[in-house]
């Protein structure tokens, strides 16, 4: 499984005394952007979408200790809300604040944003789960688990409370074993295509649990005794945002650029696009963005760039654009 927080975030070092001369140097070039009558959108975006995860996170703690303001209500103030202010708001405080903002925003109004939430939650390494999950309650005062309990019913609630737990095993080809590949492809199995109904929970605690090794072996061996990839039972066996959210979840161990690439589709399919989504995916996989746009090819025959440019407009598209083109350089 992939990590998507920079280093400075795991080891939790978040001082702003030891930025550096180029940081507060970008620092004056958005508060430049912002000064006077009107906004230099250019110039925010040329500043701020240009920086990668890392950078980011000490632009969003340097600038209030430069200019007495912090940088998301600064964005806020002077861009707005919609499309183009929401995604500079998100690029103005740390990965993980950012994650919990998007949650938030994902639960907000009528109805929530099942698309855009479950990503953030499924298909995480077991140590981001719980940075998220302590950066939330200190973010928001509430805790994770209960707010998406609110929100979220059925097999949905079950699968996201399962990743929560951060309870992947760790690797060990002592214990992941060829006989338990032959006993978790029997389980699964029976949990599904070998019953009369469909036994969730059964999936979630043998696709949640094992580790990614493991679980491209009992892919495999799946496939081969029943004619299915994981992926395909699951979608066979389940509906709805939980069969989405299982796949993603399964996609992210067995074929991480993959599976962002037809999440990045997935935002722009059907009536409209649906702008939460595509933000999010590219702003938190933008350290994997280089080599999901190679990805999406593949598979698309475009680039994510070109998608971008083919769903949105104005402000809000030269800021994606933006941020996948400083995706290649890292």
Do not use: W
Request: charged share 25%; with cysteine.
């Amino acid at each position: 499984m992939l990590n998507l927080y920079p280093q400075i975030i795991h080891d939790n070092d978040l001082s702003p005394d030891s930025v550096g001369s180029e940081i507060d140097g970008i620092c004056d070039e958005i508060h430049a952007a912002c000064k006077g009558f009107g906004t230099d959108e250019d110039g925010v975006i040329k500043a701020l979408a240009s920086q990668n995860a890392e950078n980011r996170c000490k632009i969003a703690i340097r600038y209030p200790e430069v200019h007495g303001k912090e940088l998301k209500a600064v964005m806020k103030s002077e861009c707005g809300s919609k499309n183009f202010g929401m995604a500079l708001q998100f690029l103005s405080v740390p990965s993980h604040v950012m994650e919990c903002d998007m949650i938030t925003k994902a639960c907000k109004g009528l109805g929530t944003n099942e698309l855009a939430l479950y990503p953030i939650v499924c298909g995480r390494t077991n140590e981001e789960i719980n940075i998220l999950k302590k950066k939330f309650f200190d973010h928001t005062g509430k805790d994770l688990g209960r707010v998406l309990d609110s929100e979220l019913g059925g097999d949905l609630e079950k699968l996201i409370f399962n990743c929560l737990q951060a309870g992947e095993e760790e690797f060990d080809d002592a214990f992941h074993t060829a006989d338990l590949v032959e006993q978790d492809v029997e389980t699964i199995y029976q949990a599904g295509q070998g019953s009369f109904g469909t036994n969730e929970a059964g999936f979630f605690k043998v696709l949640c649990t094992r580790p990614p090794e493991h679980l491209k072996a009992a892919n495999l061996l799946y496939a081969d005794k029943h004619g299915y990839t994981l992926v395909k039972a699951l979608e066979t066996e389940l509906n709805g945002h939980v069969a989405d959210a299982s796949m993603f979840m399964v996609g992210m161990k067995l074929k991480p650029f993959e599976t962002v690439a037809k999440l990045i589709k997935k935002a722009c399919a059907g009536f409209g696009t649906n702008e939460l989504l595509l933000t999010c995916c590219l702003l938190r996989y933008q350290p994997i963005l280089k080599s999901v746009n190679e990805a999406h090819i593949e598979l698309f025959g475009k680039s994510i760039e070109d998608r971008v440019k083919s769903e949105c407009g104005g402000d809000y598209e030269k800021l994606l654009v933006e941020v996948c083109a400083a995706a290649d350089g890292i």
